[in-house]
């Protein structure tokens, strides 16, 4: 199974400054990659997915790129609701694979 | 606007089997796309269970292939997830979502949930 690699497991970032993500996979997943986002008590909302394409009403401070095995999701300027959990999940191959998450904290 | 809705028992006995349903709204299963089932460990990270796509085809995950099953009722429009022989370490949240097709990502999620295998 490909393994997701996420790093680092926690950022600490200031409302307003950008966040930036990485996410590697063990081997070549193209560009069948998504990102997630969860808030505590939620379940998970998909924020890209083909690596780069923003899912229906995410704003466009969101932005992921990448292919292959490395991929990052950037926030371009931090939000007081952008504040969670965000996990990487290639689709490329089955089983399908999450990443561990990284947990955006306030700085 | 597609909609999921998890239901079950929140409580399972060691070695009994883990019983779900997802009940499908504002699309009808039997036309596309994958369905799907995800656990969260509490404190932890999602692990993928297994999917299956609308003419009845799965994909389980292969650390838990040989304990699940999961199916799909296009009459009630809704697919279930069984997982025998339960014990402690399958305590989790359990969501449903639906896939894509050719892009497989999780395009819409149940809001979960919590089950606890307990005596």
């Known amino acids: 199974e490909i393994v997701m690699t996420q790093s680092p497991a926690t950022l600490s970032v200031s409302p307003g400054e950008r966040a930036t993500l990485s996410c590697r996979a063990s081997e070549s997943v193209s560009s069948n990659l998504a990102w997630y986002q969860q808030k505590p008590g939620q379940g998970p909302r998909l924020l890209i997915y083909g690596a780069t394409t923003r899912a229906s009403g995410i704003p466009a401070r969101f932005s992921g790129s990448g292919s292959g095995t490395e991929f990052t999701l950037t926030i371009s300027s931090l939000q007081s609701e952008d504040f969670a959990v965000y996990y990487c999940?290639?689709?490329?191959?089955?089983?399908?694979?999450f990443g561990g998450g990284t947990k955006v904290e306030i700085k | 606007q597609v909609q999921l809705q998890e239901s079950g028992s929140g409580l399972v006995k060691p070695s009994e089997t883990l019983s779900l349903t997802c009940a499908v709204s504002g699309y009808s299963i039997s036309v596309g796309y994958y369905w799907g089932w995800i656990r969260q460990p509490p404190g932890k990270g999602l692990e993928w269970i297994g999917s299956i796509s609308h003419d009845g085809t799965t994909y389980y995950n292969p650390s838990l292939k040989s304990r699940v099953t999961i199916s799909v009722d296009t009459s009630k429009n809704q697919f279930s997830l069984r997982l025998n022989s339960v014990t402690a370490a399958d305590t989790a949240v359990y969501y449903c979502a639906r896939l894509g097709t050719i892009n497989l990502a999780m395009l819409n999620w149940g809001q979960g949930t919590l089950v606890t295998v307990s005596s």
């Open positions: 999940q290639q689709y490329n191959n089955w089983p399908l694979t």
